[in-house]
């Protein structure tokens, strides 16, 4: 067998594992080339990289490479070359483009080019011509053209060597088999199963690192599962070789089996351990892996020699997705410490910053791309003298994030938000207030809401107007989120963000996630339930502070009435008031069962305090009973499916306000509210009754700069 020059393709980062590979496969002198490693050898060298190759993303033998200046000359120099010496008249081919020239400026086209000199050859010399078949094609071929060259190629591989063919079920952006194989490979791992050193993976996702791992471990050819290669039906193949090649790779692999060490792989999530479960069956390795639902942050070594923990956490691509971030890795990064002395950890991040959360200094860093994500290997010695003092880390990492956010544009930010801080600051501290509004766009540029709930931010951003570079947009966004941690001094991940657009109909009561995850927090004396994540709001508004606060003062032995009553935190000061009893009347089930929550949590689970499913319009035609004081806080607009016909606060607030007065008893009193900020009260028919506009007496020090927040009156019978 002749020598050939062949090419194979990686992943940016791994070329230097590639070439090692193929030197290691018998390439005498592998060197990098322009996305990937170029090397000589017989055939067998070739088909060995496609089978052997754990980080190769395909094997290429060149075909021909030729000057063309433009459309025609690509097509006389495809046309000219012996297609006949690798393709059968009646096969089937493919063709891959890129690049271009004078004539060809789309791939596609360039592409049809390349097969019509390839198929008119063919009907020229025997009458007949090959056909297409994108899927599975006996040749396919690779046609670069760039700077008048053009380098015609045989993907020898077929399909990308990523596809192992073990991967029946799969997870939200799941890692490439190749550069799981690569991670593993620049930890060290084969070295540390060499020596039955274990193996962990917490975030196992599905599965991947896991079954890579016990490959790499096993002596398992990562083609031995593929049914399909590029040069099966090429006529090049020597099928005799290949099946020699074969056979020896399945001896390799029932040897090699036994000697695969401990490999663990978790997650919390249940639909990943029964993906991991699928592959791993499928991968031949469901008896080497023990995969098992766990909360990544209770995992554990197992008994026996030091290992390798690796992991590839999520990205957080979207900024809301920080919040949880550098929880997880601050946890993770106390585990190590704790659980794993005398360990290496390596994880695959495309979030760096965040590893610095770990309290750990990495000994390595490696970079690698994830598709067009660039991502770092972090490499980990989990001794002692690579611990770090997280506070003094977060103290630097503060002072460091604003120098670069100020550098960057957002001093006048900067100083806002400290200005506001001292103002609020100290009123807050003053009157015991320890959930307010901290900043609502009092610079234009930085249109965001900033809310404190004590030890937490929600960040709401305002939809800029199409007026505004939405790149600019999103840059002074990144800034809010990295400046208000370093101003306020707390962590990342106390910080959730939101964008807030108008809010029409139902939306207001859609999810915005699933998390279910709420934080306590006080208002006066009560305790009060909030989630920052799965709806557009908190579930308290605080603009109502100071009604809320009114409504408790006028509550005491009161019957107390919530209408629209949202997760009932009205109710709750009326309680703690010493209402006599109350009902609160919300469509929502969700919001009824928060409402339900927040008062256990103050202690009260008296029947007295009654919770009602109902669309309040209907309700109140068909309620007869009588309360002294009422609350009514209806939405602005509503087309919700739950309540019958649309409704919309400056249309109907008179009928709904004349339906709730027949429920008030003689000397009872009705605070109606509404943040509507165009609302005009219907004095005129509403002029048998005496009203007194509380909006000013209900507007809070924090909400000054917006007085429109809502508005408030206060309703009684002469």
Not at 4 to 15: D, L, P, Q
Not at 214 to 229: M, Q, S, T, V
Not at 388 to 410: H, N, P, S, W
Request: aromatic fraction near 8%; proline fraction near 6%; glycine fraction near 8%.
């Amino acid at each position: 067998m002749g020598e050939h020059a062949f090419i194979a393709t990686a992943a940016a980062g791994a070329e230097p594992l590639l070439a090692v590979e193929l030197t290691e496969l018998g390439a005498a002198t592998p060197h990098p080339i322009r996305g990937g490693i170029a090397f000589q050898g017989p055939l067998e060298l070739a088909y060995r990289a496609c089978l052997w190759s754990r980080t190769a993303s395909r094997v290429l033998l060149p075909l021909a490479e030729f000057a063309a200046a433009d459309a025609d000359a690509l097509y006389a120099g495809v046309h000219d070359f012996p297609w006949e010496d690798h393709l059968a008249p009646d096969g089937t081919l493919s063709v891959e483009f890129s690049g271009g020239g004078p004539g060809i400026d789309h791939s596609h086209y360039g592409a049809q080019r390349v097969k019509d000199a390839i198929v008119d050859r063919f009907r020229g010399r025997y009458g007949r011509r090959p056909s297409v078949d994108a899927r599975q094609p006996d040749l396919r071929i690779h046609a670069r053209w760039r700077d008048g060259q053009v380098a015609i190629r045989l993907d020898l591989s077929g399909d990308s060597l990523h596809r192992r063919g073990y991967r029946e079920a799969t997870v939200i952006a799941p890692l490439r088999e190749t550069l799981a194989a690569a991670l593993l490979l620049k930890a060290g791992w084969p070295a540390t199963a060499a020596v039955n050193g274990p193996l962990l993976d917490p975030l196992c996702g599905s599965g991947t690192l896991a079954i890579e791992a016990a490959w790499i471990a096993g002596d398992r050819a990562p083609g031995l599962l593929r049914e399909y290669w590029g040069f099966s039906g090429w006529l090049g193949h020597i099928p005799a070789l290949w099946n020699r090649l074969l056979a020896e790779a399945r001896e390799r692999w029932e040897t090699g089996q036994t000697r695969i060490p401990p490999i663990g792989a978790s997650d919390r999530d249940p639909k990943a351990v029964r993906v991991a479960l699928i592959n791993a069956r499928r991968a031949g390795v469901a008896d080497r892996i023990r995969i098992e639902r766990r909360e990544w942050a209770s995992v554990e070594p197992p008994a026996g020699p030091p290992g390798l923990l690796i992991a590839n956490p999520p990205y957080g691509e979207r900024l809301g997705d920080q919040d949880e971030l550098g929880n997880l890795y601050a946890q993770l990064g106390d585990r190590l410490k704790s659980h794993f002395v005398g360990w290496r950890a390596a994880l695959f991040t495309g979030n760096p910053e965040q590893g610095k959360r770990m309290g750990l200094r990495a000994v390595k860093t490696n970079v690698f791309h994830n598709g067009p994500l660039e991502c770092r290997l972090l490499q980990f010695r989990i001794e002692p003298e690579f611990f770090v003092d997280r506070d003094a880390a977060d103290r630097r990492a503060r002072a460091a994030t604003l120098d670069r956010a100020i550098a960057a544009g957002a001093e006048g930010f900067v100083n806002r938000l400290r200005k506001n801080l001292r103002h609020l600051g100290r009123w807050a501290e003053r009157e015991g207030v320890s959930c307010y509004r901290l900043y609502d766009a009092d610079l234009p540029e930085y249109a965001v809401a900033v809310d404190r709930y004590e030890q937490w931010l929600h960040v709401q951003e305002y939809a800029p107007p199409p007026s505004v570079d939405p790149g600019k947009a999103r840059e002074r966004l990144e800034q809010v989120m990295a400046v208000l941690p370093a101003v306020l001094e707390i962590p990342p991940e106390h910080v959730f963000l939101k964008v807030r657009q108008r809010q029409k109909g139902a939306s207001q009561y859609q999810k915005q996630a699933e998390q279910g995850q709420f934080h306590e927090v006080r208002e006066g004396p009560a305790r009060l339930l909030i989630n920052f994540t799965d709806y557009l709001d908190t579930g308290l508004f605080l603009d109502h502070r100071i009604t809320r606060q009114l409504l408790r003062e006028l509550a005491a032995g009161k019957r107390f009435l919530n209408l629209f009553g949202y997760t009932g935190a009205a109710t709750v000061h009326a309680v703690l008031g010493g209402a006599a009893r109350t009902t609160t009347v919300d469509s929502s089930v969700t919001y009824l069962d928060w409402a339900r929550r927040n008062l256990e949590l103050n202690g009260f689970h008296s029947p007295r305090h009654e919770l009602i499913r109902a669309d309040c319009r209907q309700w109140l035609i068909w309620t007869h009973d009588r309360y002294d004081l009422i609350f009514l806080d209806p939405p602005t607009f509503s087309n919700s499916k739950r309540l019958e016909g649309t409704f919309d606060v400056q249309r109907d607030h008179v009928e709904l306000i004349r339906q709730t007065l027949r429920l008030l008893a003689p000397d009872g009193v009705l605070i109606f509210s509404t943040n509507a900020r165009k609302f005009r009260l219907d004095t005129e028919a509403l002029s048998d009754l005496h009203i007194e506009d509380w909006s000013r007496r209900t507007l809070p020090p924090d909400f000054a700069r917006d007085p429109k927040i809502h508005q408030c009156w206060r309703l009684t019978r002469p």
